[in-house]
T-cell receptor, first 115, second 112 residues
Framework: DTGVSQDPRHKITKRGQNVTFRCDPI?????LYWYRQTLGQGPEFLTY????????KSRLLSDRFSAERPKGSFSTLEIQRTEQGDSAMYLC?????????????FGEGSRLTVL | DAKTTQPNSMESNEEEPVHLPCNHS???????IHWYRQLPSQGPEYVIH???SNVNNRMASLAIAEDRKSSTLILHRATLRDAAVYYC?????????????FGQGTRLTINP
């Protein structure tokens, strides 16, 4: 499968624990995005990378959230001291750097449930 | 980002055409109109995008009003697999906007 891959697909954790999600974008896509989606809502932008540089962060990304893309390939999204309000689907997307009007390719998401 | 307005839900029958409307009265001259859809339990999927002229691809057609203040996504012959939430999104490419800002979308139900 050459699409955007996310791991794990499902995570159940207790409040206060830390969780980490991984995203493997499509090979050679230098733009990578993280979104969060709660039930019944559209996806909300969290952050954006161009290669390894994190160029934009939403105010939704509180100090408990950190995202990295150390070598400009895969990315991780870590949530520290999880809260019940963090329960959501976390979506990763990528696109090539050329063709600025081009589509975003989304993964199937990582669903987080905080008990 | 300029806003879009879509109906919350629509319903159609299998094998009939579906016209999904989107209003974007505050669109700027450099906003591209993008459509994505999200099937149940999946990430969003690109459908089509355009700037001024109508666009066709294998999935759908995009009809853009002459004043660009509205657009319509057309599914020519709906199937049950087209049941999804459809999002109409504006993105100002010239201004360098990199992200897509999703609204609530239109939940499309297809009746057999």
């Amino acid at each position: 499968d050459t699409g955007v891959s996310q791991d794990p697909r499902h995570k159940i954790t207790k409040r206060g624990q830390n969780v980490t999600f991984r995203c493997d974008p499509i090979s050679e896509h230098n733009r990578l995005y993280w979104y969060r989606q709660t039930l019944g809502q559209g996806p909300e932008f969290l952050t954006y990378f161009q290669n390894e540089a994190q160029l934009e962060k939403s105010r939704l990304l509180s100090d408990r959230f950190s995202a990295e893309r150390p070598k400009g390939s895969f990315s991780t999204l870590e949530i520290q001291r999880t809260e019940q309000g963090d329960s959501a689907m976390y979506l990763c997307a990528s696109r090539p750097g050329t063709a600025n009007t081009g589509e975003l390719f989304f993964g199937e998401g990582s669903r987080l449930t905080v008990l | 980002d300029a806003k879009t307005t879509q109906p919350n839900s629509m319903e159609s029958n299998e094998e009939e055409p579906v016209h999904l409307p989107c209003n974007h009265s505050t669109i700027s001259g450099t906003d591209y109109i993008h459509w994505y859809r999200q099937l149940p339990s999946q990430g969003p999927e690109y459908v089509i995008h355009g700037l001024t002229s109508n666009v066709n691809n294998r999935m759908a057609s995009l009809a853009i009003a002459e004043d660009r203040k509205s657009s319509t996504l057309i599914l020519h012959r709906a199937t049950l697999r087209d049941a999804a939430v459809y999002y109409c999104i504006l993105r100002d490419v010239v201004q360098g906007a990199q992200k897509l800002v999703f609204g609530q979308g239109t939940r499309l139900t297809i009746n057999p």
